[in-house]
């Protein structure tokens, strides 16, 4: 990532960084404490050779030990094997102490980060979504900042602890005997250099490796989530393979990966088995030659098998290095996306709305240079009933769209109480406005919970008076726990006609200034449907209505019907207006009566390219 990008990012994690400095400045002082006891630990056994062993006369330092060499040889081997005991006690507790920091900190990073991902995806725009598949941004939520959790916790205090003890280690080497700190110090370019060209390998095949994820997961998710039309045409084998190859080439990045650790690893050993055999010839002629004592060897051949320790974990841990950059680049490009559609600074609560309604020449386009829309332009007034008709594709749910300000148009104006909706906060304004559309979507949660998802504090008697006036509370207080139970995933466990009154329920309860229907009785039998409409139309009684029709029923009730045609108003009238025109709406009349099924019949399965997936977005 460079310096100038990513910058929400980088703010996202100092600013929790700053937050944990106790915690971070704690397993600090647990990690140099570790790395000066992990220096000590050779020293006991230069004290049992040199001074116990071979009675060579006690340094200065070492003075107050004179008196305990005098009585015998048990009381200084008991105090030497009590000193490597209690080294041993304070490097656990220190390494407990930083272990445990370091992951609580990391897991606590990890989790705020997806937090924010989450939080981000949720408002970037519906155009975002579209283009990019969910199974790629699900493994950014998951995978990723999992990734981003373990560098954090593995590889950065190791990194801290491994560089503090090799410095520790350089400077009492070379305080020892500079000449033999020079022999056994003379590998670690070496293995910098094979470490260096690791990490640049190794992040080329991460990079594959995270996107082949992210198609794995991507295609895994599409299947599922369409398993009832993979059975239903058969096609169970011809998912697998396509599954097959996909994770063919995982393996074949994982191989490769595996194939350049393991070759790392093999020359650190070669170059260790070097180092160590040049410290033991040199050393061993220098302690013949009286130049140095035997336990002065033995620390330098102690702290040569700790020196080649960190750099044979480097290999392992540059895999883990990796992958975590490429998730941090991955996770900061989200985070670094501003949504298209955002409140204004000044924005206002969309309080007591009416239900006016104004389009006035609007345009607009998913695409650049390809509009949907052509400069529509209606009025809808207060308390109206109105229904949108038109072939799909035509634009009707794009209306929708507009109005809940999912989008914002190119050029004109949409005016609700005459005023610009752009000057309300968005989620105020959806506040006001109830959406039951065809293709209905429900939540793995219970009936209630669903029933009361656009009003989460509606009590168990508004939810069930809701429930009723959708003639939904009939077939709840049948289920074995009635509005407390579990539905299956986008309600997989009903009737698609149980699973629209749910949806009519979750609508009516929230009193809506403004409805929106998308055929919402297309699922249900005649006569519940006539219920239906007859409830619906004592509900919002003085409220304004949008219909998208599909099926020309009971047109007659409508104030004004808008038909559409290729993103354009074609017509605008009552029923009895626009019949006698015999326009559009005419035609489309007749081919229904006909028995022709028109295009747009259906249009929740059959949704045109710019529309596929909106009325899943709001249902």
């Not at 949720?122 to 999992?146: A, I, N, Y």
């Not at 309300?424 to 949660?445: C, K, M, P, W």
């Not at 009971?554 to 004004?560: G, K, N, S, T, V």
Request: neutral net charge; hydrophobic residues 45%; glycine residues 8%.
């Amino acid at each position: 990532m460079s310096s100038h990008q990513h910058s929400r990012f980088k703010d996202i994690v100092l600013s929790y960084l700053l937050k944990m400095k106790g915690s971070l400045s704690l397993a600090g002082l647990c990690l140099v404490g570790y790395t000066a006891i992990d220096l000590m630990k050779p020293w006991p056994l230069k004290v049992l050779f040199d001074y116990v062993l071979l009675q060579q006369p006690l340094p200065p330092f070492l003075s107050m030990l004179q008196g305990v060499l005098q009585d015998g040889m048990l009381v200084p081997l008991s105090v030497v094997a009590g000193v490597i005991v209690c080294i041993s006690v304070l490097s656990g507790l220190c390494s407990y102490g930083q272990m445990y920091l370091t992951t609580k900190v990391g897991f606590q990073l990890s989790a705020m980060l997806r937090n924010e991902l989450f939080s981000r995806l949720q408002r970037l725009s519906l155009s975002f979504h579209h283009q990019t598949r969910s199974g790629e941004l699900l493994t950014k939520v998951s995978s990723d900042t999992t990734a981003l959790r373990d560098v954090f916790a593995d590889w950065a205090l190791t990194m801290v602890s491994h560089s503090l003890t090799l410095l520790g280690m350089m400077v009492i080497m070379c305080l020892l005997n500079w000449r033999l700190a020079l022999v056994a110090l003379a590998t670690l370019p070496v293995l910098g250099a094979l470490i260096f060209v690791l990490i640049r390998k190794l992040k080329t095949t991460a990079q594959k490796q995270r996107k082949q994820e992210g198609e794995i997961a991507a295609h895994i998710n599409e299947v599922l989530g369409a398993i009832s039309l993979v059975q239903a045409f058969g096609r169970e084998e011809h998912e697998e393979s396509r599954l097959q190859k996909y994770s063919d080439h995982h393996v074949e990045q994982g191989i490769q990966t595996a194939r350049l650790t393991a070759s790392v690893s093999r020359m650190v050993h070669v170059v260790e088995a070097l180092g160590t055999a040049g410290t033991v010839l040199f050393g061993g002629w220098l302690v013949l030659a009286k130049q140095m004592t035997p336990g002065d060897l033995l620390i330098f051949l102690a702290y040569g098998h700790s020196l080649y320790k960190p750099v044979r974990n480097l290999s392992s841990l540059s895999v883990k290095f990796s992958r975590a950059m490429v998730s941090a680049k991955r996770v900061a490009d989200i985070l670094d996306i501003e949504p298209e559609t955002c409140d204004l600074p000044d924005a206002r609560e969309a309080s007591a709305l009416r239900g006016d309604i104004v389009f006035h020449q609007v345009t607009f386009g998913y695409e650049r240079n390809t509009n949907v829309l052509h400069e529509v332009s209606y009025h809808i007034k207060v308390g109206q009933k109105v229904a949108l008709v038109g072939s799909s594709g035509a634009g009707k749910s794009t209306i929708v769209n507009l109005l809940l300000r999912l989008y914002e148009p190119q050029s004109g104006s949409i005016l609700i109480d005459g005023t610009d909706s752009t000057q309300y906060n968005r989620e105020s304004l959806r506040q006001h406005i109830g959406i039951v559309l065809q293709d209905t979507v429900l939540f793995g949660a219970s009936i209630a919970e669903n029933i009361s998802y656009g009003k989460p504090d509606a009590s168990r008697d508004e939810i069930e008076r809701a429930a009723t006036l959708a003639y939904a509370h009939d077939f709840i207080v049948a289920l074995p726990n009635g509005y407390d139970t579990i539905l299956g995933e986008r309600g997989g466990t009903l009737s698609g006609g149980q699973r629209q009154r749910i949806c009519l329920a979750r609508a009516i309860i929230k009193q809506p200034s403004i409805l929106i229907l998308d055929e919402p009785t297309s699922a249900v039998d005649p006569v519940s449907a006539s219920l239906i409409r007859d409830t619906v139309a004592r509900l919002q009684a003085g409220k304004t209505t949008l219909v998208i029709a599909h099926q020309f029923v009971a047109m007659e009730q409508f104030d004004q019907i808008l038909v559409l045609e290729n993103g354009r108003l074609v017509e605008q009238g009552t029923h009895r207006q626009l019949v006698a025109r015999k326009g559009q709406y005419y035609a489309l009349l007749a081919h229904q009566a006909h028995g022709t099924q028109w295009e747009d019949a259906g249009a929740a399965s059959t949704l045109h390219p710019e529309t596929e997936g909106e009325t899943e977005t709001y249902a």
